[in-house]
């Protein structure tokens, strides 16, 4: 299963007929929650975006076990000293982790909170085809407040939950139809997504070594999927530090290739050096926009998305 995805809206929606919620910077998933733990496992199937099983990942999730659930949310890790906002480069220490023993050890260290926010169903009964407005009454009703769960709140004023949003230095805003049924695996209109930064996912079609190294990763080339093939959108070294570099590598040297990937011409300034790779690693970039000749201005490397792919990439465009 895949869950139901939002379209990037021109403007925030009013009326009575829509509910508004803040928009995470996190992990996507369905937790398929068992009515107790079974003996082979704990009770709790994470599923990412893309239908890969992370349970191992979040072992805290485990918890929620005790009622069958279908629930739909985001995970995602807060940072206390950024002033308490969604982290993806802090989730990113504990999406990648597949052995238990490491991932029960971030629990503590890194701690995550999952953010339900849609109820698909509840002890037997599928809830998917019943308006949003329903599923949400029940939803609340379930009293899913923990340390690693919660029910963020709803708004009916999306431009007041817009502007706030941005001054706290948030994602953004989801905006979603009260009539709306659940379809898994749909991109709809009837929810509307308006992120604030300027955070972009792109492909990756090469790396370069750091400047005197032949070994440690210094920045990533990135592109757009496109109908055309992967268009060149620039070069990315900042935010690419500490463990992020090795973490990179270890992924990108079993895709290497012997040409560019890339379908227009890459300036030779930044092919100079260059491993080629396979365009299937997705990653988030912060950056000023582009520049005149479509390049990201100033781009800061944010985190590695698992969870999208380049086609995923091609539906959002």
Request: glycine share 12%; proline share 6%; net charge negative.
């Given at each position: 299963m895949r869950p139901m995805l939002a379209t990037r809206g021109s403007h925030v929606p009013t009326g009575s007929q829509w509910i508004h919620e803040v928009k995470w910077d996190g992990m996507r998933v369905l937790a398929d929650v068992t009515a107790r733990r079974s003996p082979g496992?704990?009770?709790?199937?994470?599923?990412?975006?893309?239908?890969?099983?992370?349970?191992v990942s979040f072992p805290e999730l485990a918890g929620l076990a005790g009622?069958?659930?279908?629930?739909?949310?985001?995970?995602?890790?807060?940072?206390?000293?950024?002033?308490?906002r969604p982290s993806f480069a802090r989730l990113a220490e504990r999406m990648?982790?597949?052995?238990?023993?490491?991932a029960a050890a971030l629990v503590d260290v890194t701690p995550v909170t999952f953010l339900v926010f849609d109820l698909l169903r509840l002890d037997g009964h599928d809830l998917t085809g019943e308006p949003l407005a329903q599923r949400r009454e029940q939803l609340e009703a379930l009293g899913l407040a923990d340390v690693h769960w919660q029910v963020p709140a709803t708004y009916d004023d999306g431009a007041m939950l817009f502007g706030a949003t941005e001054q706290q230095g948030l994602e953004g805003v989801v905006s979603k139809l009260l009539t709306s049924r659940?379809?898994?695996?749909?991109?709809?209109?009837?929810?509307?997504?308006f992120p604030h930064?300027?955070?972009?996912s792109w492909v990756v079609g090469g790396w370069r070594p750091e400047v005197g190294s032949e070994t440690r990763l210094g920045a990533v080339l990135v592109g757009e999927p496109t109908a055309q093939g992967l268009l060149y959108r620039g070069r990315v070294g900042s935010g690419i530090a500490g463990k992020v570099g090795p973490l990179l590598r270890e992924l990108l040297e079993p895709l290497s290739r012997a040409d560019s990937p890339f379908v227009d011409e890459v300036p030779r300034l930044d092919a100079l050096g260059t491993r080629w790779v396979e365009p299937v690693l997705v990653v988030d970039v912060e950056s000023l926009?582009?520049?005149?000749?479509?390049?990201?201005r100033q781009p800061s490397y944010r985190g590695l998305r698992d969870d999208l792919t380049p086609?995923?990439?091609?539906?959002?465009?």
């Amino acid at each position: 299963m895949r869950p139901m995805l939002a379209t990037r809206g021109s403007h925030v929606p009013t009326g009575s007929q829509w509910i508004h919620e803040v928009k995470w910077d996190g992990m996507r998933v369905l937790a398929d929650v068992t009515a107790r733990r079974s003996p082979g496992g704990p009770g709790v199937c994470l599923t990412s975006r893309n239908e890969n099983d992370v349970s191992v990942s979040f072992p805290e999730l485990a918890g929620l076990a005790g009622r069958d659930l279908l629930l739909d949310g985001e995970i995602v890790a807060f940072d206390a000293g950024d002033g308490g906002r969604p982290s993806f480069a802090r989730l990113a220490e504990r999406m990648h982790v597949g052995n238990p023993r490491r991932a029960a050890a971030l629990v503590d260290v890194t701690p995550v909170t999952f953010l339900v926010f849609d109820l698909l169903r509840l002890d037997g009964h599928d809830l998917t085809g019943e308006p949003l407005a329903q599923r949400r009454e029940q939803l609340e009703a379930l009293g899913l407040a923990d340390v690693h769960w919660q029910v963020p709140a709803t708004y009916d004023d999306g431009a007041m939950l817009f502007g706030a949003t941005e001054q706290q230095g948030l994602e953004g805003v989801v905006s979603k139809l009260l009539t709306s049924r659940y379809v898994f695996g749909t991109r709809t209109k009837d929810w509307l997504k308006f992120p604030h930064r300027r955070r972009t996912s792109w492909v990756v079609g090469g790396w370069r070594p750091e400047v005197g190294s032949e070994t440690r990763l210094g920045a990533v080339l990135v592109g757009e999927p496109t109908a055309q093939g992967l268009l060149y959108r620039g070069r990315v070294g900042s935010g690419i530090a500490g463990k992020v570099g090795p973490l990179l590598r270890e992924l990108l040297e079993p895709l290497s290739r012997a040409d560019s990937p890339f379908v227009d011409e890459v300036p030779r300034l930044d092919a100079l050096g260059t491993r080629w790779v396979e365009p299937v690693l997705v990653v988030d970039v912060e950056s000023l926009g582009f520049s005149g000749q479509g390049r990201l201005r100033q781009p800061s490397y944010r985190g590695l998305r698992d969870d999208l792919t380049p086609d995923d990439l091609k539906e959002q465009s």
